[in-house]
């Protein structure tokens, strides 16, 4: 089976390089959420480096809260916010190939119809496929979509992932991470597979997963 190894990059976490050699597809924030305009063409430029794939990876204005906060936006202005970012990173050089929202965002446009609209409306306005998890409400809006699954979070019983401020958000091993993507892969017909590149265990697990997965049958391939 074909499957997609991500990273949220481009976010001054340090190790974008590293991580770039384990996967296939970098999410690359667009500046708004974290990071900045240099950091987004220093991404840019190793992942075009390195051959790997691009998707854009647009959160809420908030540096504050690294764009994990929830925010009351209309939804022509989340398509504007969406639309804002991913030409940002097409300036910065960037043949983005998907669109993957982040943080708080991310979690709207699973859930919420109208935030979901203005993700898809601005995927589609670049012919871009969008990313998130199965069944979501953005799923539903998508001309085009690509289930993902997460290796370091944990998930509810309802299929959501289980809210950071709790003490088992994070996966905390190796082993257990793998056990979950082949759950994810099996059970919930995951295609592309996301380590958090901020997560202090990223470069862990990215290898982890690089070593595993093609063991086990699978083949590493970006799906864009």
Known sequence: MLIDLNADLGEGAGND????????????????????????RAAVAEARRQGIVIGAHPGYADWANFGRVAAELEPHAVKGLCFRQIASLIAAGAEV??????????????????????????????????????????????????????????????????????????????????AQVEWLIRERGVRTICVHGDNPAALEFACALREALPARGHTLRAFA
């Open 97 to 178: 190939k998907y669109l993957k929202p982040h943080g708080a965002l991310y979690h709207a446009a699973m859930r919420d119809p109208a935030t979901a609209w203005g993700v898809a409306q601005a995927a589609e306005a670049f012919a871009l496929p969008c990313v998130g998890l199965p069944g979501s409400e953005l799923e539903k809006v998508c001309e085009s979509y690509i289930a993902e699954g997460f290796a370091d979070r944990r998930y509810s019983p309802d299929g959501s992932l289980v809210p950071r401020d709790r003490p088992d958000a994070m996966i905390e091993s190796a082993e257990e991470a793998l």
């Open 17 to 40: 390089a590293e991580l770039m050699r384990l996967i296939t597809s970098a999410n690359i924030c667009c500046g708004e959420h974290a990071g900045g305009p240099d950091e987004m």
